[in-house]
């Protein structure tokens, strides 16, 4: 049974940099074709897609923001990391992980998300 | 970037509606297109993949057509557990993107 589950501060000050953690089971990111994902959604608001990193340590960006993040994983403990830096209050909102079981799939599996609110 | 724009943003609907929303990719991106319903709280659900194929576990009355920059999600019978925000999201190009989503409304 595959589960995701994000964790990370629930608040962060602005130009402090945010640390997010993606546990999984259920699947390993060493088979071939999966990756896992980072999407956002501001409260009220539509998807965002962050970043992705992928089974061969492929790494993928938003455009808007890939000067501020950096996407890795630990196959070993199950874990995907996401760090954004110089965070803002408008980056306050729900962070998800997602899984695709090959790169140009939808995404089956998510964590239930987590609220980051950025203020001082 | 492949910009996703979905329509109508929101939409007024009954139980036992016939349902259409649409989404248009700013440039061809095949049948590498996804729809999810997301729930008020929730995360999002994959619905259909690749266009037109539907996800395990959804019910049949879901369905989705299209291909190059234009697609379709429709529910040919509204139920009640239907009334959710829908999301259109390209997987043809990195970095990936979502439409702005439809609120289906009572």
């Known amino acids: 049974q595959v589960t995701l589950r994000e964790s990370g501060p629930v608040l962060v000050k602005p130009t402090q940099t945010l640390t997010l953690t993606c546990t999984f089971s259920?699947?390993?990111?060493?088979?071939?074709?999966?990756?896992v994902s980072w999407i956002r959604q501001p409260p009220g608001k539509a998807l965002e897609w962050l970043a992705r990193?992928?089974?061969?340590?492929?790494?993928y960006y938003s455009t808007s923001l890939e000067t501020r993040l950096t996407i890795s994983k630990d196959t070993s403990k199950n874990q995907v990391v996401l760090t954004m830096t110089n965070m803002d209050p408008v980056d306050t909102a729900t962070y998800y992980c997602a899984r695709a079981g090959i790169p140009a799939a939808g995404y089956d599996y998510w964590g239930q998300g987590t609220l980051v609110t950025v203020s001082s | 970037d492949i910009q996703m724009t979905q329509s109508p943003s929101s939409l007024p609907a009954s139980v036992g509606d016939r349902v259409t929303i649409t989404c248009r990719a700013s440039e061809s991106i095949r049948s590498y297109l996804n729809w999810y319903q997301q729930k008020p709280g929730k995360a999002p659900k994959l619905l259909i993949y690749a266009a037109s194929s539907l996800q395990s576990g959804v019910p049949s009355r879901f369905s989705g057509s299209g291909s190059g920059t234009d697609f379709t999600l429709t529910i040919s019978s509204l139920q009640p557990e239907d009334f959710a925000t829908y999301y259109c999201q390209q997987s043809y190009s990195t970095p990936r993107t979502f439409g702005q989503g439809t609120m289906v409304e009572i």
């Open positions: 990193i992928d089974w061969d340590d492929g790494k």
């Open positions: 259920g699947f390993s990111l060493s088979t071939s074709g999966m990756c």
